[in-house]
């Protein structure tokens, strides 16, 4: 079977977090953008940072078999990093992927033990898209079937793959994360994880 894909947006500024860049805030051994590396790694050899805020300061962090892909646009919002990610993707020696797993640097719980349970759902070929239940939405962590890469391609501003999975919402098949989807974006968040942990 072809490899996927593994696109980890961490672009964004961190307005609602006190000092500095969320992306390199301590988790575990390392940052959370670094577990975020960890466990993508742990499902794929290709893996993609997106980068725009802060971003020579948080490359210094990035293993060297780990691609950076710079986003200009990043004050835009994130389907602008998807974009970026993508257009990079399409035009690099490994575009020819089965599958592309989108996910975000500050969803820490969101672990390899889960990512591997979305890439086996959509390992079965069974729908284009396998996307985390948010409840009543779907979101990422993703993944994406070739077949929407350029749509992916397309993304501006701050629609991300939401659009894109409400769109194909018939093809897509939602996988449960059970609690572990917490986002930390404000100081106490990151408190709260810490004591979870």
């Known amino acids: 079977m072809k490899p996927i894909a593994v696109l980890i947006l961490a672009a964004g500024a961190s307005t609602r977090m006190e000092g500095g860049p969320k992306q390199l805030l301590p988790w575990k051994n390392t940052t959370l953008l670094g577990h975020s590396i960890e466990q993508a790694k742990k499902i794929s050899d290709f893996v993609f940072v997106v980068l725009g805020a802060h971003a020579d300061k948080i490359k210094e962090i990035i293993p060297n078999d780990v691609e950076i892909i710079n986003n200009p646009n990043w004050e835009y919002g994130m389907g602008t990093s998807i974009s970026a990610g993508i257009k990079h993707l399409l035009n690099s020696t490994n575009s020819d992927i089965s ?99």
Request: overall charge negative; aromatic content about 10%; charged content about 25%.
């Open 99 to 197: 599958g592309l797993l989108i996910m975000l640097a500050d969803q820490p719980f969101l672990d390899a033990p889960y990512l591997s349970q979305l890439k086996a759902e959509f390992d079965k070929g069974t729908h284009k898209i396998a996307a985390t239940s948010y409840g009543k939405k779907l979101g990422v962590p993703a993944m994406f079937h070739p077949s929407l890469f350029l749509e992916l391609s397309k993304l501006n501003q701050d629609v991300g793959a939401r659009h894109i999975i409400e769109k194909y919402k018939s093809d897509t098949i939602p996988i449960f994360p059970n609690g572990k989807q917490i986002d930390i974006d404000t100081e106490n968040e990151y408190r709260q994880a810490i004591d979870n942990k």
